[in-house]
């Protein structure tokens, strides 16, 4: 592969179809491209999700790849399609091995591959983990904040479950003004809490930092929630924890007992993503056979259709969507373009001519 910038190839049959070089981006040009770009991202994602939400993208419901030998596990297909001005199709292929971490591998890995608006012809197939962690992490601060908007502002934040999901919320959340009194940490693994505490301490947070042991003192103790777990099934039943009133981010979208989601405030990204798929949101309508308890999407917050309760515990359920791993991956593919970087497949598209030469 070579480092260069992107010409069209013409076809040798009659040089009217322009073909964008193929290029390959690995995860330290995604990471260089996006480090210190938190803001910027913040308002890419949540002005692509709002453009999703006005009806301009194609959003086509996840493929879940499951295997019968390997019941934790699964690779997840999103495909869709982004109009004006973002203009990219493509699809996000991403493995959740949950047995991966026990042998020191990071949980999911992904690739992103983009398509051409108006050929379909791929352009670029990126490292997608950094962008997939990006894209929530910045979906799930612009919520925090619109959540919290007539509501005493948290103080406390605590993390329940501290991999790679949880350290780029909590960045993206200190990059964006966010700033708390105390943060709690609570994992299953001794190991990973004392981890990501020691990401936080070298992150130049001042909060003071809390490892809890038990998840019901992490709860109480906090006033914002990050859920980013592996699990696979409810594990969180007990309400009188949330009698506080804390903002939930229920990244993870199993953890919540269907019953508890039941006494609280919902808000989704996405209503016909989220219910489905053994999502909490998805056992909470199976439970009741209908959608009441859903109080609206975070678009509905955003455009002041729907306010959010002050006195009742507030929980947000993204689901994620294939358009804001496309929106994030288009811009590192451009910046990475401007900055002359791309490393370019030569000839990956060997045979253009629809006849032959």
């Known amino acids: 592969m070579t480092a260069t910038r992107p010409t069209p190839v013409r076809t040798p049959a009659d040089g009217a179809s322009a073909v964008r070089p ?85 949980r999911a890995s992904a690739v992103l591959i983009l398509n051409d608006h108006d050929t379909g012809y791929p352009f670029a197939c990126l490292e997608s983990s950094i962008i997939s962690a990006t894209r929530t992490a910045a979906l799930v601060t612009s919520a925090a904040t619109a959540l919290s908007r007539g509501r005493v502002r948290p103080a406390r934040a605590g993390f329940f479950g501290t991999g790679l999901i949880a350290r780029y919320v909590h960045t993206f959340l200190a990059a964006t003004g966010w700033e708390f009194d105390e943060i709690g940490v609570h994992d299953l693994s001794a190991e990973s809490a004392a981890g990501f505490r020691g990401y936080l301490e070298r992150s130049g947070t001042s909060s003071r930092i809390t490892v809890h042991e038990e998840p019901g003192s992490l709860i109480r103790s906090s006033d914002l929630i990050v859920f980013a777990t592996i699990a696979a099934q409810p594990h969180v039943s007990d309400r009188s924890w ?23 405030a919902n808000f989704v990204d996405d209503v016909e993503h989220c219910l489905k798929a053994g999502t909490s949101p998805h056992l909470a309508e199976q439970l009741t056979g209908n959608r009441d308890f859903l109080d609206g999407t975070l678009d509905d917050v955003l455009a002041g259709r729907v306010s959010v309760p002050a ?14 791993d496309l929106a994030v991956g288009k811009y590192v593919h451009d910046e990475v373009a401007r900055a002359g970087e791309l490393n370019v497949v ?12």
């Open 22 to 106: 193929f290029a390959v981006i690995g995860g330290g040009q995604v990471q260089r491209a996006l480090d210190g770009r938190e803001p910027q991202i913040v308002e890419l994602v949540e002005a692509t999700y709002r453009l999703h939400s006005a009806g301009d993208s194609v959003n086509p419901p996840s493929y879940f790849l499951r295997f019968p030998d390997r019941p934790s596990s699964r690779i997840i297909a999103l495909p869709a399609s982004i109009g004006d001005p973002v203009r990219v199709d493509g699809l996000k292929w991403i493995a959740s091995f949950p047995e991966n971490v026990t042998s020191g591998l990071p």
């Open 242 to 264: 949330f009698d506080h009133n804390p903002l939930v981010l229920h990244v993870s979208l199993r953890d919540l007992a269907p019953e508890l989601l039941l006494s609280t």
């Open 311 to 324: 006195h009742r515990p507030v929980v947000f359920s993204p689901f994620g969507l294939g358009v804001l």
């Open 346 to 357: 030569p000839d990956f598209f060997h045979d253009l001519s629809r006849y032959g030469h």
